[in-house]
């Protein structure tokens, strides 16, 4: 993670990498619960649940930035939403949100 505060190249100076992260960190849940954040599901930093993420999928997002009902994960309600659900019905794991970008507080 070289000069992740700016130009990249020899003149980049000033720069401190210690503290950055690797996309794949920044897509996991427990990069953020270690400092506090309160994501869907997890009691131990509160029960607002005011973030979520898809581990190794996505950056998490604020509750409010999901569509509720949107289960196919276009940001819209329509039939796609339908097949989307129906296709997943029966699963039990957190994929069944993380696959559609669906609203995983509902």
Known sequence: MA??????????TGCDDSCGRATVEMQMTSTF??????FVAETANRTEDISSICDGTDYPK????????DFAGDRDLDLA???SIAARWLQTDSSF?????????S
């Open 3 to 12: 000069n992740m505060c700016g130009r990249q190249g020899a003149d980049a």
């Open 33 to 38: 619960t270690y400092v506090g954040w309160d």
């Open 62 to 69: 604020l509750m409010w930035q999901f569509v509720i009902g």
């Open 81 to 83: 939403d339908y097949s």
């Open 97 to 105: 949100w993380c696959g559609g970008r669906a609203d995983p507080s």
